[in-house]
């Protein structure tokens, strides 16, 4: 087991520690834990192409999510709009 710390954004691509844990979990076969579903990433595509590339994960604030939950939660949070641009939009 080893522990891969990143505070990077989710809607951030270059993510070097992540990459790191998927490469150490497709080589040992081990399972990624996140802390948040929404920290990984709010690119659907992103999140359903983990299972092509063969990286197993669970989410500890969604830990009976399965294939179908991460998919339909993955596109929620694509499509939500962010804090932010609702307060901007609000001005």
């Known amino acids: 087991m080893k522990e891969f710390v990143e505070v ?5 691509a270059d993510r070097p520690q992540l990459a790191a844990a998927f490469q150490l979990c497709r080589l040992t076969g081990g399972k990624l834990v996140i802390a948040k579903l929404d920290r990984l990433s709010r690119d659907a595509h992103f999140l359903l192409g983990l299972e092509k590339a063969g990286v197993d994960f669970v989410a500890a604030d969604m830990p009976q999510a399965n294939r ?3 998919g339909i939660m993955a596109v929620m949070a694509e499509e939500a709009p962010s804090p932010r641009a609702s307060a901007i939009a609000a001005c």
């Open 8 to 12: 990077e954004s989710g809607k951030h």
């Open 68 to 70: 179908l939950t991460i």
